[in-house]
């Protein structure tokens, strides 16, 4: 749960505190992101520990095949409903 909490404080920050510096968004937007993977990763291994997901369900259905790619619209969405 702590990615999630990290995650969400930068979302919060962001809104409060996004606009008044380059670096502190792009350390802003870097918590988010290490947040959200580290709680996605979280949430994979209970789910896998759990029997719920097995290697097969994992391979393509969760990991993008664009990668990191697929995650910089969403970021500029969150950027411009909190800037």
């Known amino acids: 749960m ?22 502190e968004t792009v350390t802003i937007m870097a918590g988010l992101l290490i947040g959200g993977v580290s709680f996605a990763g979280s949430m994979i291994a209970f789910g896998k520990l ?3 997901i097995n290697d097969k369900k994992c391979s393509r259905s ?22």
Do not use: Q, W
């Open 62 to 83: 969760i990991i993008p095949e664009h990668g990191i790619n697929d995650c910089a619209p969403c970021f500029r969405r969150i950027y411009l409903r909190t800037g």
């Open 50 to 52: 759990n029997g719920n």
């Open 2 to 23: 702590g990615g999630a909490c990290a995650a969400i404080i930068s979302i919060v920050e962001l809104k409060n505190h996004g606009g008044s510096g380059v670096l």
